[in-house]
């Protein structure tokens, strides 16, 4: 039926402080003890290359904070509409 366990992990960085490959590393250490075969790594910040590179090989899923942002965004998680703003054009077709 499609069912996965997965295993998830999440760090609340600063900006400048990047994920590198021996967070992941150890990540990928964690999903084997736990006897799962998918990862997905959350950060509020980035990920260098070397954790990129070491997620690819490893078949872990990475979402950096802008993904993040835009899947809380997307999906209405944790976040609520303060103000909206539509905007018109006209449509010339109309018109001839």
């Known amino acids: 039926m499609g069912l996965q ?6 760090k609340r960085y600063a900006p400048s402080n990047s994920v590198g490959r021996p967070e992941i590393a150890a990540f990928a250490g964690a999903i ?19 954790a990129i590179e070491a997620a690819r090989d490893l078949n872990i899923i990475l ?7 835009n899947l809380m965004i997307k999906y ?5 509409i303060e103000q909206q703003f539509t905007t018109y054009k006209l449509n010339r077709d109309c018109f001839d």
């Open 5 to 10: 366990q997965v295993y998830i992990q999440v």
């Open 32 to 50: 084997k003890l736990r006897h799962t075969n998918r990862g997905v790594f959350i950060t509020t910040s980035s990920f260098t290359k070397g």
């Open 76 to 80: 209405h998680v944790g976040i609520e």
């Open 63 to 69: 979402v950096n904070g802008d993904m993040l942002t």
